[in-house]
């Protein structure tokens, strides 16, 4: 068992799960983009009237398909050791694999849904990319944080089960605390004083300055959120290995 190809066995994974999401629904890779657009249209219009600009739409659709995103690697990340209980229960292997292709599925789907955004931005004429460099650091900080809570979660939920229904309305709640409506740059100062200490609120700033606004991202800021997750990451990963032989066993 100590020979396991993780690379391989996370590349078959990979392919399986995506061939099973496509052929999972009738439109198949169209639900990646309509789904997030859905929420677009619902939120605009139930929010567009509070708003004076009419390029609330844009901002709320990169607010939107990111937190989408975001929510994906958290909710999937966390429960995919209950979802992969079978292969867990039959194969010595190291539980972290599990998030990780759940990282990279929901990745994969966003890329699409990235493609789409920067689309609809060109149209509206209100596409103002910042440089590569920029770019990636906010994918990287965003897949970085993001999987973080994933795994930490991931090791909690086969011991507690409840926390499962817990995630799905906390992460609701974050998405209102988040920037992903209203920006909350564009708030009192008191106001993003106390939402900013929420890192989801930077990841979707951070979207939306590298596509709407062409700012560079604080690599001050980027370095001290990658620094105190980093510590959440490592520790998950320790602790999935240390408990490999027990999580099997309660997720009979």
């Known amino acids: 068992m100590n020979k396991i190809d993780y690379r391989s066995l ?3 994974l990979f392919w399986s799960e995506l061939k099973s999401d496509l052929n999972r629904y009738l439109l198949g ?4 983009v309509l789904e997030p657009s859905l929420y677009v249209i619902v939120f605009y219009l139930a929010f567009a009237h509070l708003r004076g600009g009419g390029d609330h739409v844009y901002s709320l659709l990169c607010g939107l398909s990111g937190w989408h995103w975001i929510a994906g690697v958290i909710n999937q990340g966390a429960n995919s050791l209950v979802r992969k209980k079978g292969i867990l229960q039959s194969f010595s292997i190291h539980p972290i694999i599990f998030p990780v292709l759940t990282l990279l599925l929901q990745t994969f ?3 699409v849904v990235l493609i789409c955004v920067i689309t609809v931005l060109w149209i509206g004429g209100v596409l103002k990319p910042a440089g590569l460099i920029d770019i990636v650091l906010w994918l990287a900080t965003t897949m970085f944080v993001s999987f973080s809570y994933a795994v930490i979660l991931s090791v909690i939920i086969p011991f507690a089960p409840d926390i499962q229904l817990i995630i799905s309305r906390a992460m609701m709640l974050l998405m209102f605390l988040s920037g992903v409506i209203f ?5 009192s100062a008191k106001a993003q004083a106390y939402l900013y200490w929420n890192p989801f609120a930077h990841l979707i700033e951070f979207g939306r300055k590298v596509l709407l606004y062409g700012e560079s991202l604080d690599p001050v800021l980027i370095s001290t959120m990658l620094l105190i997750h980093a510590p959440i990451l490592i520790f998950g990963y320790l602790i999935l290995g240390k408990l490999r032989g027990e999580i099997p066993k309660r997720l009979i």
Not at 183 to 187: H, K, L, T, V, Y
């Open 10 to 12: 996370a590349g078959y």
């Open 29 to 32: 890779p169209v639900w990646w």
């Open 109 to 111: 789907k966003f890329s």
């Open 183 to 187: 920006p909350i740059g564009q708030m």
